[in-house]
């Protein structure tokens, strides 16, 4: 079965990195877009960021454009997204997606706590 397990969370302060994984199983993972998405306390959950199957294309979000950086490894059926300057309003339950036409799964989140 379809397995995404997301690691890499933590509290960090202002200004500071984490490095976010999501280990993936039970599909063909090189054939799959994979994506980030957040969602804070009281929001909707939001999308972060995405990398094509192959890895040659990624787009993210306005907020996270120029601090974040999404890659996969093929190899390893893994996608991390790596956070930089992170920010208070970067707090927020991280989860990865695995895409391919109408077939969607999500992984249970990992939470990212940004604060002094």
């Known amino acids: 079965q379809v397995q995404l397990v997301e690691s890499g969370g933590g509290l960090v302060q202002p200004g500071g990195s984490l490095r976010l994984s999501c280990a993936a199983s039970?599909?063909?993972?090189?054939?799959?877009?994979m994506s980030w998405y957040r969602q804070a306390p009281g929001k909707e959950r939001e999308f972060v960021a995405t990398?094509?199957?192959?890895?040659?294309?990624?787009n993210y979000a306005y907020s996270v454009k120029g601090r974040f950086t999404i890659s996969r490894d093929n190899a390893k059926n893994t996608v991390t997204l790596q956070m930089n300057s992170l920010k208070p309003e970067d707090t927020a339950l991280y989860y990865c997606?695995?895409?391919?036409?109408?077939?969607?799964?999500w992984g249970q989140g990992t939470q990212v706590t940004v604060s002094s």
């Open positions: 997606k695995a895409a391919r036409a109408s077939t969607v799964s």
């Open positions: 990398i094509s199957s192959a890895g040659s294309s990624t």
């Open positions: 039970g599909f063909t993972f090189s054939i799959y877009a």
